[in-house]
């Protein structure tokens, strides 16, 4: 028997880096998934499939899917081996949240291969020892955000409030195609702000703040005010030393073309941007970065969470 669970990935509209000392941050589940295929076997073995090709991936004590599937075994009292495949859509390094949602799908698959579905504080939990194995000092959003889905208000703290919005939100993405280690890029910026620690813990709060407001122009469909939000966080993360000549080329596009504002989401130094605009120049903008070389694609908000079953 064969268990299937699929976990979106995520961006991060507000509060990244900032989020890791303790800000609230805002991000959402995309429509760009991982599906995990678990099932009993005679041995351990990890598989990737890419255009109907699997690939063995080697097993080692720290690898994160090894270390979920561990986890979730022990949760569960069980002691089986278990033939993991993994199926994505979600590029590598790209600041989209694939790790994560390969931490998420993982365990909820196994949960589900025996019968057991898992409340999502405890999914969070056990995903969460896989992402701590790449990113060293995650805060836990991209984890959250692929657990809950939807928009989601995430605090390292306390519990992720769902954000309900009245209508659809359509955000452009786009892929710089330039890779980074996210661990790497939490370690410069916490070293950066040892520098300045009471300038930088007023950028925590501030980061707060505007985390709230950018919440409230979701709501009430302020984009222009939103797009304002995202251009000054852009700022502040490339002051930071997080963005590159790429991704500033990729936001300096979607500005000419009539973008409210566009940013680096999630760790920066490289992997993607999003960008907020009107919607009769959400295609163009679309076109223009496509025509550049970069991926791009818009997404609708909101997208549900992990899902699951045989």
């Known amino acids: 028997m064969v268990s299937i669970a699929e976990a979106p990935g995520k961006i991060i509209i507000s509060g990244e880096h900032f989020v890791v000392h303790g800000s609230n941050a805002l991000a959402a589940a995309i429509d760009k998934t991982v599906k995990v295929y678990s099932e009993t076997s005679d041995k351990n073995s990890i598989l990737s499939r890419v255009d109907n090709q699997v690939f063995n991936i080697r097993i080692k004590p720290i690898n994160p899917v090894s270390v979920v599937r561990?986890?979730?075994?022990?949760?569960?009292?069980?002691?089986e081996r278990i033939k993991i495949t993994i199926e994505s859509n979600i590029p590598r390094g790209s600041g989209l949240g694939s790790s994560s949602a390969i931490s998420v799908a993982t365990a909820a698959s196994i949960a589900s291969l025996f019968g057991e579905k898992l409340d999502k504080k405890t999914l969070y939990n056990i995903a969460f020892e896989g992402e701590k194995i790449i990113h060293g000092n995650p805060s836990?959003?991209?984890?959250?955000?692929?657990v809950y889905?939807?928009?989601?208000?995430f605090n390292k703290n306390t519990v992720p409030t769902n954000i309900d919005l009245l209508n659809k939100l359509q955000i452009i993405v786009s892929i710089s195609g330039k890779t980074r280690q996210t661990s790497r890029m939490i370690n410069h910026f916490t070293s950066t702000s040892n520098k300045l620690p009471y300038h930088f813990q007023?950028?925590?709060h501030s980061s707060s703040v505007l985390t709230h407001e950018a919440v409230n122009c979701l709501i009430t469909q302020d984009l222009e005010k939103l797009g304002a939000i995202i251009n000054?966080?852009?700022?502040i993360l490339s002051s930071f030393g997080l963005g590159t000549k790429i991704t500033d080329r990729m936001i300096e596009t979607c500005l000419e073309h009539g973008a409210y504002g566009a940013k680096i989401t999630g760790a920066g130094g490289g992997g993607s941007i999003i960008a907020i605009a009107p919607l009769t120049k959400i295609k163009i903008i679309i076109d223009e970065l496509n025509s550049l070389g970069f991926k791009t694609f818009?997404?609708?908000l909101p997208k549900q969470g992990v899902s699951f079953g045989k």
Not at 73 to 79: A, C, I, S, V
Not at 149 to 153: A, F, H, Q, W
Not at 232 to 235: A, G, L
């Open 298 to 300: 818009s997404i609708e």
């Open 149 to 153: 889905g939807g928009l989601i208000l």
């Open 202 to 204: 007023s950028l925590v």
């Open 70 to 79: 561990n986890k979730i075994l022990e949760y569960l009292n069980r002691k």
């Open 140 to 146: 836990g959003i991209d984890v959250a955000a692929s």
């Open 232 to 235: 000054f966080y852009n700022s």
